[in-house]
């Protein structure tokens, strides 16, 4: 006897989500705040935690992805439309109580998208860089949590979001300086590459910063 489960087959409802400009600021201690352009132009100071300070602030739109990186090689994702709108007298949210990070992890950076258009460069404390196109954090569900968002084989120094290729500038604690054009390093589509050596380290040395370069 053949029996069939008769499982319904739940669609997802597609939400129209409101779309409309906001500010995104995101801080070293974990802290994010969406406010609305009108909201900002009638405060004053941001409130922060002591020894916090905001480490970026993007112009977007309420229906854009927000990817945050974490130290432990993770990525959490969420849309903008998932914070409420708050204003620069409030600390805003703790990324990482709201999405449910791990026990003793910290986002590191925050990535800002419609399109999953551009690139990511991992900078490595051994030297390495990895170049990884955004579109491999896609993903068609709505996983929140992607693990091995990028390699765990050295310890990350810092990474940058870009749309298209430039230069930038990286510093090793020997007093070393390199210049390199994006371009010259290979995009790889597995997340967690572990890049190409671009910097040869003195012994006991390491890379511990990437920073775009501007001229003059």
Do not use: W
């Not at 409101?18 to 995101?26: E, H, R, T």
């Not at 300070?53 to 229906?63: A, D, G, R, V, Y």
């Not at 500038?169 to 995009?187: D, P, Q, T, V, Y």
């Amino acid at each position: 006897i053949i029996i069939y489960d008769d499982v319904a087959r739940y669609e997802e409802e597609t939400v129209e989500i409101p779309d409309y400009p906001v500010n995104l600021f995101f801080t070293k201690e974990g802290y994010f705040k969406k406010i609305t352009p009108q909201s900002l132009r009638m405060s004053g100071e941001q409130k922060l935690k002591d020894g916090d300070e905001i480490i970026q602030e993007l112009e977007f739109t309420n229906n854009c992805d927000l990817l945050f990186f974490t130290d432990k090689c993770q990525v959490y994702k969420a849309k903008a439309d998932d914070f409420a709108q708050t204003k620069a007298s409030v600390l805003g949210d703790y990324v990482a109580a709201k999405l449910g990070f791990d026990e003793g992890e910290n986002a590191v950076k925050m990535v800002v998208t419609k399109d999953y258009k551009g690139m990511l460069l991992f900078a490595f404390e051994n030297g390495k860089l990895a170049k990884v196109p955004l579109e491999a954090y896609q993903t068609k569900t709505n996983r929140k949590k992607l693990t091995g968002a990028y390699s765990d084989k050295s310890p990350l120094v810092g990474m940058v979001f870009f749309t298209e290729d430039k230069e930038f500038l990286l510093k090793a604690s020997s007093g070393r300086m390199l210049l390199i054009h994006s371009g010259a390093i290979n995009l790889k589509t597995t997340r967690s590459t572990q890049g190409v050596a671009v910097m040869k380290l003195k012994k006991g040395h390491r890379l511990f910063e990437i920073s775009e370069y501007v001229e003059g």
